[in-house]
């Protein structure tokens, strides 16, 4: 056996770190190595002149780790006293390694306090290294180096071809029909080969795949993984698998019999006359095999053997020797070696999921009802249905998962489900009933289609997974006029478009998700992803639509007391029919009514471009995204706690949206606003806490508009007219609950005195937050919010006088930023820190458990800072003043993708402030996410 460059380094290295000398020695901890014995040595020089040709310099030895499939972690304070070597797995380092870092096929996380002496290398991975980590010698992350490495002339070496496929981290499939001129090496993923490759194919930390069609000329060189070669691949080479044992010929038996595939046992042997190969299963019969000389002095000979572990060895001009090509070699109980050999039978395929699916019929005056169906080929007979005493008919069929279309046979006559509204094309100018076959275990994801048109007569739905059937899928239509379907599909992307009374269409209600149809249309894009392993129900194809119609408004807070009203909205984007929303009500605190009305129309369809409008009096927060409404009104109503401050704002505003992509929004929108201070007016709670109080609302703005000899009040409000452009990328899978996805938010706001504002100035805000699914177990998501207000002129011209306002240290609160508590640094007080700038990252991650349960670590970072007013800003200066505070914590959470979230758990702040103590723990309960 001669493999070529990678199939030479891999074998080499792997088979020196784990040679079956140690077997025994592995047995107290298999994954901690040994000292190696002379034959080791002697290959570790030949490996180590490999390794070098690609930056690394590895020498296994007894203060090395190495872990094969499985991560590591070297905790705070460890020290490795030399190498870590990671394949197939991660790689966390929080203490010290005194030599190199190495992970094939995963990750490398190097945390603040990482040191790392020697190179640290991801192969196929990512590497993440925060602030503080230490590598002293070389970081090497880009695979373009090694490959380029690799594959560089070498004297009395191999060199790949230009034609090689070289993937790390990721699978390769060379497909039914195609040629690969040179090598398939795949380093931490899987191969599948359905085509022919001229030469080795080579797996390291993955499984390898030979499809029925596969011709491989060279070798297949599993490390760390299985070969699987079905009935019908052929392989010239060697078929080897290399493990902690070492590394063994392979034949894979297909059920039992060796028909239409080729193996062959081959040996360079140029020089030799007479080559035979011999085994125990022939009893070393001296004879042996004859085996056939070609052109380039490789001697063949093919073997056909059931399944079981055998030795074999060659008789070279009449000279016996094992393998020379195979490192390892067993004792033959004769008191010689040879090489072993082992032959797999196929892994057995899993059962193929049944699904039971009872059809019934309630017609007791029938006399003959039956069913058919596309599974049956639309059979004339079908399957004869019983009749039970009450008169129902039914029957049990069990089906593999899918979409199913069927019929009733009742008494002479063939008709779709008379009980079911949904309706397909039989393709013969009739009708049948659509119905799904699938299960929650299965692969199968029940994807609900839905649409709110009381007013339409015929809806459907057709899409890619139909091969755009132009009858399509007729929906059924509830009592409230909403029409639905449900379909099972496997994960994957698809495209779909409804029929509304005579015409195709996108889907009205996600305008964001539409797409070319590549005829002048559109179509509406979704995915279905894998379900997670920890989910009971599993995914929704969009974000939940907003309910149309109307609805009752209820809430409590510490100013308006309880507010009760009605809401109402239009949100469908159907061209050109325009978008609306109306709140009104009352509080009974205040005693006064509120409204709010917002109008949106399209210009240019779908969406895309639209302009609009909106005139509002009521109670307003700009703290909305530091705890959701159910959660303040639970809060607020049982506990006497409230989250958020409030102000009195009124005005009109008007505004511009341009959609030119999927999930981007750009919007530019004019407002003029008058800001009034409120007071904090409900005392009670319904439960409890009934002997404290409300903490006071905010009432700088009252403040600045007073004047400083007499002390009354000489304006009660605050004008603003500004200028606000605003671009959000929202790809989050769920709003409330996101597994994946990003939100990309940023706002800029100028207000100017020559516009009628009592202020001059300008408001950056950006949010940026990313969710990434480690696993399907593991989740980790981080968020960075940032903020700057720059007043150059600040003093108001309150009516009624001439002198200035006094310069407050806090004022005009709703354009200020604050950090500290519920939803930003839960491990510090509320708004603790407040100011006109204002940094923030806060980290999860999560470790879901089944049942919706979940282990959550968090830890978050900022701090707001800087006082107004100031007549002028030093931009250079404007963030010394800022001290970032630190806090962590550990949570329970119970989730349910897309429905709700709760959390109890502790945080406590670790940057000492004022007191000596440090700060307190924390106890957190929350019934939506943080962020």
Aim: net charge negative; with cysteine; hydrophobic share 35%.
């Amino acid at each position: 056996m001669k493999p070529k460059l990678w199939a030479v380094f891999f074998v080499l290295f792997l088979s020196i770190a784990f040679p079956a000398t140690w077997a025994t020695r592995l047995k107290a901890d298999p994954l901690a190595l040994g000292t190696l014995d002379t034959q080791a040595k002697e290959n570790e020089e030949k490996a180590r002149e490999l390794v070098t040709d690609l930056g690394m310099d590895i020498a296994i030895d007894d203060s090395d780790i190495v872990r094969i499939g499985t991560g590591y972690t070297v905790a705070e304070g460890e020290s490795v006293g030399g190498d870590v070597v990671i394949i197939g797995g991660g790689l966390t380092v929080n203490g010290t390694i005194k030599g190199d870092a190495v992970v094939i096929g995963g990750s490398m996380y190097l945390s603040s306090s990482a040191v790392v002496k020697g190179d640290a290398v991801v192969i196929g991975g990512i590497l993440q290294q925060e602030p503080g980590a230490v590598v002293e010698g070389e970081i090497v992350e880009n695979p373009e180096k090694l490959v380029e490495r690799a594959t560089s002339p070498r004297e009395s070496k191999v060199r790949s071809t230009s034609e090689d496929i070289v993937k790390f981290g990721k699978d390769i499939h060379v497909k039914e029909g195609e040629v690969v001129d040179g090598d398939v090496v795949a380093i931490g993923g899987d191969i599948r080969i359905d085509g022919k490759v001229t030469g080795d194919v080579v797996a390291t930390a993955g499984d390898i795949e030979l499809g029925p069609t596969a011709e491989v000329l060279g070798d297949v060189v599993a490390t760390f993984g299985e070969i699987e070669a079905e009935a019908g691949a052929q392989t010239e080479g060697d078929v080897v698998e290399i493990d902690m044992g070492g590394a063994s010929q392979v034949i894979h038996e297909e059920e039992g019999t060796q028909e239409g595939m080729t193996y062959v046992i081959s040996l360079y042997a140029p020089d030799a006359k007479d080559v035979r190969l011999t085994g125990n299963w022939l009893d070393w019969d001296p004879k042996g095999i004859k085996m056939e000389k070609n052109p380039k002095g490789v001697w063949k000979t093919t073997v056909s053997l059931p399944p079981g572990s055998y030795q074999y060895r060659f008789i070279a001009d009449g000279v016996e020797m094992p393998d020379p090509d195979v490192k390892e070699q067993v004792p033959d109980g004769r008191g010689g070696y040879a090489t072993p050999l082992l032959v797999k039978p196929k892994r057995p395929q899993a059962e193929t999921e049944v699904v039971k699916i009872i059809f019934s019929l309630d017609r007791p005056e029938a006399e003959d009802v039956r069913v058919t169906g596309s599974w049956l080929n639309w059979d004339p007979e079908g399957i004869k249905m019983e009749k039970s005493e009450s008169g129902t008919w039914s029957t049990t069929v069990k089906l593999k998962p899918g979409n199913y279309t069927y019929k009733f046979y009742i008494d002479g006559k063939w008709v779709a489900d008379p009980d079911v509204e949904a309706r397909v094309s039989d393709g013969k100018g009739g009708w049948a009933t659509p119905f799904a076959a699938y299960s929650r275990k299965g692969e199968y994801t029940p994807i609900r289609f839905s649409l709110d048109r009381p007013e339409a007569e015929d809806v459907r739905v057709s899409g890619n997974w139909l091969n755009w059937d132009g009858e399509g899928i007729r929906m059924a239509r509830d009592k409230d006029g909403v029409w639905s379907i449900t379909v099972p599909l496997k994960p994957g992307t698809y495209y779909y478009k409804f029929y509304i009374d005579g015409k195709w269409v996108a889907d009205p209600d996600e305008p964001e998700r539409a797409v070319s149809d590549g005829k002048g249309g559109y179509m509406t894009k979704f995915v279905v992803h894998p379900r997670r392993k920890a989910e009971k129900f599993a995914f929704k194809a969009s974000v939940e639509k907003e309910r149309q119609g109307v609805s009752g408004l209820l809430d409590y807070n510490r100013v308006d007391g309880l507010l009760l009203g009605l809401k109402a909205s239009n949100t469908k984007n159907v061209f050109p029919m325009p978008r609306f929303k109306l709140e009104g009500g009352y509080t009974y605190k205040r005693k006064r009514w509120f409204y709010s009305f917002e109008v949106e129309q399209p210009l240019l369809p779908p969406f895309r471009l639209s302009a609009g409008g909106s005139i509002y009096d009521k109670t307003e927060s700009e703290d909305q995204e530091l705890i959701s409404d159910i959660e303040n009104l639970l809060v607020a109503s049982f506990l006497k706690q409230d989250y958020r401050d409030y102000f009195d704002l009124r005005g009109v505003a008007g505004f511009v949206a341009l959609r030119p992509w999927k999930n981007h929004i750009i919007k530019l929108a004019y407002s003029e606003n008058e800001y009034r201070p409120l007071e904090t007016r409900a005392h009670t709670s319904l439960f409890f806490r009934k002997d404290r109080d409300f903490r006071p609302n905010p009432r700088n703005s009252v403040q600045i508009c007073t004047d400083p000899l007499t002390g009354k009040r000489i304006c009660d409000k605050i004008d603003v007219h500004s200028l606000v452009l605003s671009y959000e990328l929202d790809t989050r899978d769920d709003q409330d609950t996101p597994m994946n996805g990003m939100l990309l938010r940023f706002s800029t706001e100028w207000a100017r005195e020559g516009w009628g504002s009592d202020y001059s100035y300008e408001r950056y805000s950006g949010d940026i937050r990313h969710y990434v699914p480690v696993s399907p177990q593991q989740l980790v998501s981080f968020r960075i919010k940032a903020g700057l207000l720059d007043i150059s002129n600040y003093c108001p011209a309150c009516s009624g006088t001439l002198r200035p306002c006094p310069p407050e240290l806090q004022y005009f609160f709703p354009k200020q930023f604050a950090v500290g508590g519920i939803g930003t640094l839960p491990g510090y007080g509320y708004k603790q820190f407040q100011g006109t700038h204002m940094m923030l990252v806060n980290f999860e991650y999560v470790y879901s458990f089944n049942d919706g349960m979940a282990i959550v670590f968090f830890s978050d970072a900022g701090d707001a800072s800087g006082a107004v007013p100031r007549s002028r800003w030093d931009r250079d200066k404007i963030w010394d003043t800022m001290k970032f505070k630190v806090d962590t914590g550990l949570a329970l959470r119970h989730e349910e993708s897309g429905d709700y979230s709760f959390t109890i758990g502790i945080a406590k702040g670790i940057t000492k402030l004022y007191d000596k103590d440090g700060r307190p723990v924390i106890v957190i309960v929350r019934a939506s996410r943080p962020f």
